[in-house]
């Protein structure tokens, strides 16, 4: 887990206002008792993004004891890397998500109200199951991932991209993801504003003049016409999946991140997911794990799965190394503002070259 987290939150009276809510929320139910699930790794924290405690909840009503393990969401307790927090949306997307077939874990609790654990927060079931780290040290250097065998490497890698495609065949029809479009517009158009507004933010206005010339490029390129639009995940990586020990997905988490647009949005930025995480480790960018399929063999199962061509995917790759550019300014200014210097990141560099390349169709 990370050791960095977005402000100090007082884990106990967080646990005891659930327990209240419990009591509010739940008729019936008498000796509430909630605890953390483990005393080590029960807070999930990604920098200063929205914080997960596992815990485990018991109860008793006339038909006897009963318990659940839960994971409790909530915003960061300070400042985060995004200007806004909202949980509602999360779990209306995973919701949506879990009627079209996409194993999102199901919500039990969405409250707004602040009053009971100092927050907003979202409950969901407890999924068991393995993550791939993508903290250090990475699933492609150690790890159970790594140690598998080549057949089960594959096995994953082809269920992960399954699962992607399954949510990028969530069609943008009759409404259903009005709630997900941007205020900067619908579709692709509308995230590709709605990120660059986010850059400026990120920046305090002065993007890096690298990033600038990036987001001008992706202007000028914008795909048209557009792939139709769907569901975008938005955070699609490895260690936002929990795995069974047949190495099939069995969760796909962390959907703060969530947009409507082409599913190349989502595709690309799983493979700039990847490469970065290639480059950190000083492998070249074409390093993968034995068992996992080559990048042709990759885009012609997700394009049939998907039930289209691909289109443009240089841009969408493109597209994700400035979102992540923009993420990764954002933290470092937080963590500049709260004096930890030993956890700056950089952004562009030293992928820089790799995008050009992208730019340039030199791919």
């Known amino acids: 887990m990370s050791t960095v987290s977005s402000a100090d939150r007082d884990w106990d009276n967080v646990l005891r206002g659930f327990e209240r809510w419990h009591y509010q ?18 807070v999930r924290t990604n920098g200063f993004s929205s914080e997960s405690a596992l815990i485990e909840v018991s109860w008793r009503t006339s038909e006897g004891e009963h318990s659940q393990g839960a994971v409790l969401r909530l915003p960061p307790a300070g400042a985060g890397v995004f200007p806004t927090y909202d949980l509602v949306r999360q779990a209306r997307t995973m919701e949506l998500a879990r009627k079209h077939g996409i194993p999102a874990p199901e919500v039990f609790a969405v409250e707004e109200d602040p009053s ?68 900067q517009g619908p579709g692709l158009a509308g995230e590709l504003a709605w990120w660059l507004d986010y850059l400026d933010w990120a920046t305090d206005g002065s993007p890096p003049a690298e990033m600038a010339e990036v987001a001008d490029w992706l202007r000028g390129h914008l795909p048209a016409p557009a792939a139709p639009d769907a569901l975008i995940w938005g955070d699609a990586r490895f260690g936002n ?4 020990d047949d190495f099939h997905v069995r969760a796909v988490l962390d959907w703060e991140m969530a947009g409507v647009g082409p599913a190349e949005v989502d595709l690309g930025w799983s493979f700039a997911i990847r490469r970065s995480i290639q480059l950190g480790n000083g492998l070249p960018l074409d390093a993968e794990l034995p068992g996992f399929p080559d990048r042709a063999q990759t ?15 240089d841009w969408y790759e493109v597209f994700a190394m400035l ?28 992928l820089q070259d790799w995008i050009y390349d992208l730019m340039e169709g030199r791919t």
Do not use: N
């Open 25 to 42: 929320r739940w008729p019936g139910a008498h000796d509430v008792v909630v605890r953390m699930a483990s005393e080590t790794d029960a």
């Open 116 to 183: 009971y654990v100092g927050a907003p927060f979202l409950a969901m079931d407890l999924v068991p199951g393995r993550i791939p780290a993508d903290e250090a040290p990475q699933y492609c250097v150690a790890g159970w991932l790594y140690e598998a065998g080549p057949d089960r490497q594959r096995e994953f890698y082809l269920d992960f991209h399954d699962r992607l495609a399954d949510i990028g065949a969530v069609a943008d029809t009759d409404g259903a993801l009005d709630f997900l479009h941007r205020p």
């Open 241 to 244: 999946m929990i795995v069974d």
């Open 299 to 313: 885009l012609d199962r997700y394009a049939q799965r998907l039930g289209r061509p691909l289109q443009s995917l």
């Open 323 to 350: 979102r992540m550019g923009a993420v990764l300014k954002s933290l470092s200014r937080l963590l500049t503002e709260r004096g930890i210097t030993d956890h700056i990141v950089h952004t562009i560099p030293p």
